[in-house]
Antibody
Framework: EVQLMQSGAEVKKPGESLRISCKTSGYSFANYWINWVRQMPGKGLEWMGKIDPSDSSTTYSPSFQGHVTISGDKSITTAYLQWSSLKASDTAIYYC???????????WGQGTLVTVSS | DIQMTQSPSTLSASVGDRVTIICRASQTISSWLAWYQQKPGKAPKLLIYKASSLESGVPSRFSGSGSGTEFTLTISSLQPDDFATYYCQYYNSSPYTFGQGTKLEIK
């Protein structure tokens, strides 16, 4: 069974750093990209970027380039999304999703709520 | 970058109704379009990929059509479980832009 299990909710202060995770299982990690998607409170879905776990290459949306870093660890089939300096506007739910070239994002994590507040 | 525009933003309908949601791309995207359903507090769920292919396990009352710049998601006979928010997404070359969403409400 394909599963993407995300790390738990986080409460951080502005300026702090953070890394959230997406642990995958039930399929070959290297064969599917992982997307990260943001959903701000009461708003729609925004594609942030992706990683190709086979070579750890990444692609970012222009809206998020330079603000977040996507990475992965093939040895533990886990993808990460990290910030070096959080802002209040980073408060959102973040989803990871397995991406197939043909079918798009077919399996999703449960989401990680990140709250940034002083 | 390609922009995706959905209409309407909100749709009120009754159980048993046939409803259609439209998604337009700012330039031609062939059939590289997916539709997702999202319920409050839950992750999105893939319904349709490649514009018209039904994801495994999705009820046949859901269908997708279109190519190029205009696409539709149709629910043939609304069921109580279908009241949710629906998103389209372009997914051939990045950025994989989502539409702004259509909230399907009970009339």
């Amino acid at each position: 069974e394909v599963q993407l299990m995300q790390s738990g909710a986080e409460v951080k202060k502005p300026g702090e750093s953070l890394r959230i995770s997406c642990k995958t299982s039930g399929y070959s990690f290297a064969n599917y990209w992982i997307n990260w998607v943001r959903q701000m409170p009461g708003k729609g879905l925004e594609w942030m970027g992706k990683i190709d776990p086979s070579d750890s290459s990444t692609t970012y949306s222009p809206s998020f380039q330079g603000h977040v870093t996507i990475s992965g660890d093939k040895s533990i089939t886990t993808a990460y999304l990290q910030w070096s300096s959080l802002k209040a506007s980073d408060t959102a739910i973040y989803y990871c999703a397995r991406h197939d070239y043909s079918t798009s994002s077919d399996y999703w994590g449960q989401g990680t709520l990140v709250t940034v507040s002083s | 970058d390609i922009q995706m525009t959905q209409s309407p933003s909100t749709l009120s309908a009754s159980v048993g109704d046939r409803v259609t949601i439209i998604c337009r791309a700012s330039q031609t995207i062939s059939s590289w379009l997916a539709w997702y359903q999202q319920k409050p507090g839950k992750a999105p769920k893939l319904l349709i990929y490649k514009a018209s292919s039904l994801e495994s396990g999705v009820p046949s009352r859901f269908s997708g059509s279109g190519s190029g710049t205009e696409f539709t998601l149709t629910i043939s006979s609304l069921q109580p479980d279908d009241f949710a928010t629906y998103y389209c997404q372009y997914y051939n070359s990045s950025p994989y832009t989502f539409g702004q969403g259509t909230k399907l409400e009970i009339k």
